[in-house]
Each structure stands twice: as structure tokens, then as C-alpha cells.
T-cell receptor
């Protein structure tokens, strides 16, 4: 089975600073990769996903993530954060050898300070 | 609008009582899931269903039960056997198998917060 590791449980950062949220997964088999965002007392919303093709994927609000197969990583980055980016972020993996099963990391709380 | 509806959003239960959380989707998705979320532990899979009238246990199924009698509905019952039921419960769905591969992400409801008094 897959496991997903988010190394940082909390990341404090000042507004307009860059940020990187780290995600590593365990297996080298073919996977689909996702980042979700969760605001307090709400469900998860898809931020971006990697299925195939270009290893760099982008979201509409300035986040990007790069799939690195050799390092089994899918780190999320944003060059300049905004107060409204304060939320919890979850990395997830869908294992292509086990269709329809998703594995989640423990989450990273991003706290953007003014 | 298409989406997933969970109800109730907040629920209080006395110890020893069963409670059922509702999850309905109008996305025409084949697969549905129930996750439990606790602070600092991420999401843990309780049950999932890939097709009507079929479901499988996830990682923490003990003390929970589900049914999948209709494609659009996947209710979760938290039984009195669940030792620590206070948590935030999330229902999700995905398109399921498409041409032999899962090409879809998970779509989530707004969640139900269960508190045992």
C-alpha cells in the first residue's frame, strides 16, 4: 500500500513571501498525484493534479507542483502568498495498481501572516 | 448544480446510540467514499464503494456500516461499537473506472461533524 508523507504539519509565512509545502509518497509504481485545500469546517477542494505529461502543473490561483519520479515527491509551491491562502493543504496519491483507492498525507497548515 | 450533499452538518449523539450520516451525489459518479478526519491525522478511509450494491472496508471500518442501494446515495452509520466516534466525517465520490483507468480526482462534500456527549 501507498503512504504519503507531508513533512511539515504547520508552515508560518509572511504575506507576499514564497512558500513550499513538501510531499513524498512511498511507492515507485505509476500514480496520479493531487493537492487539495481545506478551509475550516469545509470539505476538501482540488487545487491541482498530475495525471501524465508535463511534470509541472499549475492551479488558477498561482500554486504549482512538480512531479519528481526519482525522488517520489510532489512539492507544492507559490512564489508569493496571500492572506487568503491560509488553509490546510493535503497531498494525495491514487495508486494505478489499485484503482479507486486514494491515500492522503496528514496535512500541512499554512498560516499567512500580514 | 452538481455536487455532493452531506447532512446533517452538525450532529450530537449520546453514548450507546447509533447515528446515520447522509451522503447524496448528483454527479453520476460510480465510486463513493467515507473518510474520517481527526486533527493532525489527515483523512482515514472508512468504507468505499465502486458500484451499486457493493462496498469494501477501508482502513478503519470497525464500528461503522454502510449501504449502497442507489448510485447516488451512500449513507454511513456510526454504531455504538465505535469507541471514539467524535470526528469530522467526509463523503467523496469519483467517476470511477473509465476505459480501465481512474482518470478522476475525488469530489468532496462539506462534511458532517459528529460529537458524542
Amino acid at each position: 500500500a501507498q503512504s504519503v508523507t507531508q513533512l511539515d504539519s504547520q508552515v508560518p509565512v509572511f504575506e507576499e513571501a514564497p512558500v513550499e509545502l513538501r510531499c513524498n509518497y512511498s511507492s515507485s509504481v505509476s500514480v496520479y498525484l493531487f493537492w487539495y485545500v481545506q478551509y475550516p469546517n469545509q470539505g476538501l477542494q482540488l487545487l491541482l493534479k498530475y495525471l501524465s505529461g508535463s511534470t509541472l502543473v499549475e492551479s488558477i490561483n498561482g500554486f504549482e507542483a512538480e512531479f519528481n519520479k526519482s525522488q517520489t515527491s510532489f512539492h507544492l509551491r507559490k512564489p508569493s502568498v496571500h492572506i487568503s491562502d491560509t488553509a490546510e493543504y493535503f497531498c494525495a496519491v491514487s495508486d494505478l495498481s489499485n484503482f479507486n483507492k486514494f491515500y492522503f498525507g496528514s496535512g500541512t497548515k499554512l498560516n499567512v501572516k500580514p | 448544480d452538481g455536487g455532493i450533499t452531506q447532512s446533517p452538518k452538525y450532529l450530537f449523539r449520546k453514548e450507546g446510540q447509533n447515528v446515520t450520516l447522509s451522503c447524496e451525489q448528483n454527479l453520476n459518479h460510480d465510486a463513493m467514499y467515507w473518510y474520517r478526519q481527526d486533527p493532525g491525522q489527515g483523512l482515514r478511509l472508512i468504507y468505499y464503494s465502486q458500484i451499486v450494491n457493493d462496498f469494501q472496508k477501508g482502513d478503519i471500518a470497525e464500528g461503522y456500516s454502510v449501504s449502497r442501494e442507489k448510485k447516488e446515495s451512500f449513507p454511513l452509520t456510526v454504531t455504538s461499537a465505535q469507541k471514539n466516534p467524535t470526528a469530522f466525517y467526509l463523503c467523496a465520490s469519483s467517476p470511477g473506472l473509465a476505459g480501465g483507468a481512474n482518470t478522476g480526482e475525488l469530489f468532496f462534500g462539506e462534511g458532517s461533524r459528529l460529537t458524542v456527549l
